[in-house]
């Protein structure tokens, strides 16, 4: 596997669907950005939650995760997705990057609500940020012909409420904490661009951060931060899946990132900022999806009760020792 973090949403019920409705909306876009496709779809069964669908699937080249495990928590735009149409990469038959963006809107649009319409603004001739019918959020943005080549999608954290004002020390720990990894390649992980609120922008202070991205494991991420009246902060909805090969990268992880021992539970934790990350290693997944039910069932109620993943309780499991 190519991408090594993984964005993973939790759905009450309807990941399935979901993923179906991503795919096919973004499936236009195969020919320019990069296939849409259900790669996985499996059940794990006798959870707390139930029955729960797991699905791994990619949009444009991009690998995402899902599950439908019930009504624990809900989305909201602390963590959405920005989608960057570029005009150098637009070309027939697929329609010029506008007419794509203009589309894709149109779709994620249904049923959804538009938390900024979409319009010309100072940094951008069209962009819009929607929160889609299942409440997932999507920065949709036409870039300078003659800008920087960025990727089509980009994971954006927005820092809000207690976190206001600390989103350069979150990016700057989220950046040693990769280049510091036991696989890590240290020109994978660091800061890109950087762009702070000028004075007069009230309520937002000066200096702070209104956008930056960064790599980790060669993968960009952005951040900004907002002083306004914001309902929302991160939460569990939408998580970090970090795939790892052997437990010293389990963990390692789990020493730099968990900073709330209350909420680890299932390879699942929290960090210090209230972002939250699994760190798995690639044979559960492998665990889950082949072999038999028998199997399946026991790494699944072998690592239901784990904090921090043990491969080796896993391997037992999987071999019915």
């Known amino acids: 596997m190519s991408q090594k973090i993984g964005p993973h949403l939790w759905f009450e019920g309807q990941a399935k669907e979901a993923a179906e409705f991503y795919v096919a909306a973004f499936s236009p876009l195969d020919s320019v950005q990069g296939k849409s496709q259900i790669k996985e779809h499996s059940v794990i069964k006798n959870t707390p939650s139930g029955d729960c669908d797991f699905l791994v699937f990619e949009l444009a080249g991009y690998e995402f995760m899902a599950i439908s495990a019930g009504p624990l928590f809900k989305f909201n735009p602390s963590i959405s997705f920005i989608l960057n149409f570029d005009p150098s990469k637009q070309n027939p038959p697929a329609g010029g990057a506008r007419e794509n963006l203009d589309a894709l809107w149109e779709k994620l649009s ?14 951008s001739e069209r962009y819009g940020w929607i929160q889609d019918k299942y409440g997932v959020s999507w920065q949709l943005i036409l870039s300078s012909p003659t800008g920087e080549e960025r990727p089509f999608i980009t994971p954006s954290l927005m820092f809000t409420k207690d976190t206001y004002g600390k989103a350069e020390a979150a990016t700057d720990f989220y950046i040693s904490v990769f280049k510091n990894s036991p696989s890590a390649n240290s020109s994978h ?16 202070e000066e200096g702070k951060i209104m956008y930056t991205d960064f790599t980790l494991e060669g993968q960009r991420f952005a951040a900004m931060e907002s002083a306004r009246e914001h309902e929302f902060i991160f939460n569990e909805a939408i998580s970090f ?3 790892c ?3 010293e990268e389990i963990d390692y992880y789990w020493s730099k990132l968990s900073a709330a021992p209350e909420f680890e539970q299932c390879g699942w934790l929290k960090d210090k900022y209230g972002v939250s990350w699994q760190i798995n290693p690639k044979i559960l997944g492998e665990f889950l999806t082949q072999g038999t039910e028998e199997q399946i069932g026991r790494v699944t109620q072998a690592f239901l009760t784990m904090k921090k993943i043990d491969i080796e309780s896993l391997k037992k499991a999987h071999e019915g020792k």
């Open 189 to 204: 992980a660091e800061r890109g661009m950087i762009a702070r609120y000028p004075k007069g922008m009230e309520p937002e």
């Open 245 to 247: 090969d052997t437990q």
């Open 110 to 123: 249904a049923g959804g609500k538009a938390l900024m319409p979409l319009d010309k603004y100072p940094f």
């Open 241 to 243: 899946l970090v795939h």
